[in-house]
């Protein structure tokens, strides 16, 4: 029987005990014997998580808020959060960004947090498809995906424990979704625990304002949203920390761009 995690199965492993896989018609750890379930060839290593986990999920997995991310909500949302109202940072400069900084090692190149797919074409285009593993914990979000990437593959997953062996992959780029979750620190060791040695990171986030007025309307945007800004340094002690070197830093407004990579042994 064909698996469905096709010829990337190799790389992922219960995201739960880190176990190899039995292959099948749904995956099941060796070890703990849990199965994962496969819904029109998407294999959910998050079963247990559902649209009522929290307010965030719940916004993610609507239909009418997935159907306007790319075409609205999404510009007006970097608009905001970048303080990007003189348009420096664009779609086409994101795509240049991974053009000039995404350099895979050998292996898998994982799309984390891909949200409805705009960059993972972006991605498939620089990599090619069969690299490419998209992941989301939005079930919405990838069936929008899917639906623009037909022949791309999709696992729903958690960032923060991912279903990927140790040193499995040759890249991971995580854009526009860093400030979303709960724990990032935690979702970047689990990159650096993924990476394989020369392996690269890019990441599009946010940066925190000195200013105090738009200071006051990142925290509450934090604190009402669950978006949160980040401090340069910050970012680079927890890159360290997990690992990995800081290879560039930037970005306009407050966009911040970064790559990281982990050292090659």
């Given at each position: 029987?064909?698996?469905?995690?096709?010829?990337?199965?190799?790389?992922?492993?219960?995201?739960?005990?880190?176990?190899?896989?039995?292959?099948?018609?749904?995956?099941?750890?060796?070890?703990?014997?849990?199965?994962?379930?496969?819904?029109?060839?998407?294999?959910?290593?998050?079963?247990?998580?559902?649209?009522?986990?929290?307010?965030?999920?719940?916004?993610?997995e609507n239909p009418m808020f997935v159907a306007l991310y790319e075409p609205l909500i999404r510009v007006n949302f970097v608009r905001l959060m970048a303080r990007n109202f003189n348009g420096a940072l664009t779609p086409e400069l994101e795509d240049a960004y991974l053009q000039k900084h995404l350099r895979p090692v050998d292996g898998p190149v994982l799309d984390l947090a891909c949200g409805a797919g705009r960059w993972t074409r972006t991605l498939a285009e620089l990599v090619g498809?069969?690299?490419?593993?998209?992941?989301?914990?939005?079930?919405?979000?990838?069936?929008?995906?899917?639906?623009?990437?037909?022949?791309?593959?999709?696992?729903?997953?958690?960032?923060?424990?991912?279903?990927?062996?140790?040193?499995?992959?040759?890249?991971?780029?995580?854009?526009?979704?860093?400030?979303?979750?709960?724990?990032?620190?935690?979702?970047?060791?689990?990159?650096?625990?993924?990476?394989?040695?020369?392996?690269?990171?890019?990441?599009?986030?946010?940066?925190?304002?000195?200013?105090?007025?738009?200071?006051?309307?990142?925290?509450?945007?934090?604190?009402?949203?669950?978006?949160?800004?980040?401090?340069?340094?910050?970012?680079?002690?927890?890159?360290?920390?997990?690992?990995?070197?800081?290879?560039?830093?930037?970005?306009?407004?407050?966009?911040?761009?970064?790559?990281?990579?982990?050292?090659?042994?």
């Amino acid at each position: 029987m064909t698996s469905p995690l096709q010829a990337h199965a190799l790389a992922f492993v219960c995201p739960r005990c880190r176990a190899k896989l039995r292959e099948g018609a749904e995956p099941t750890c060796s070890q703990c014997g849990t199965a994962f379930p496969v819904q029109d060839g998407v294999v959910d290593f998050v079963p247990e998580l559902n649209a009522s986990t929290n307010v965030s999920q719940a916004i993610l997995e609507n239909p009418m808020f997935v159907a306007l991310y790319e075409p609205l909500i999404r510009v007006n949302f970097v608009r905001l959060m970048a303080r990007n109202f003189n348009g420096a940072l664009t779609p086409e400069l994101e795509d240049a960004y991974l053009q000039k900084h995404l350099r895979p090692v050998d292996g898998p190149v994982l799309d984390l947090a891909c949200g409805a797919g705009r960059w993972t074409r972006t991605l498939a285009e620089l990599v090619g498809l069969e690299r490419l593993i998209a992941l989301d914990l939005s079930r919405a979000m990838l069936d929008a995906a899917k639906e623009a990437l037909p022949h791309a593959f999709f696992v729903r997953g958690n960032a923060q424990q991912l279903p990927l062996a140790d040193a499995s992959l040759g890249a991971v780029s995580c854009w526009n979704s860093l400030q979303l979750l709960p724990d990032p620190p935690q979702a970047l060791r689990e990159v650096a625990r993924c990476l394989r040695p020369g392996g690269v990171f890019t990441c599009f986030t946010y940066r925190r304002t000195r200013e105090p007025l738009y200071g006051y309307f990142q925290s509450t945007f934090a604190r009402n949203g669950g978006v949160r800004p980040f401090d340069e340094e910050e970012l680079r002690q927890w890159l360290t920390q997990a690992g990995l070197v800081v290879d560039d830093l930037g970005g306009p407004n407050l966009a911040l761009l970064f790559t990281a990579r982990k050292p090659a042994a």
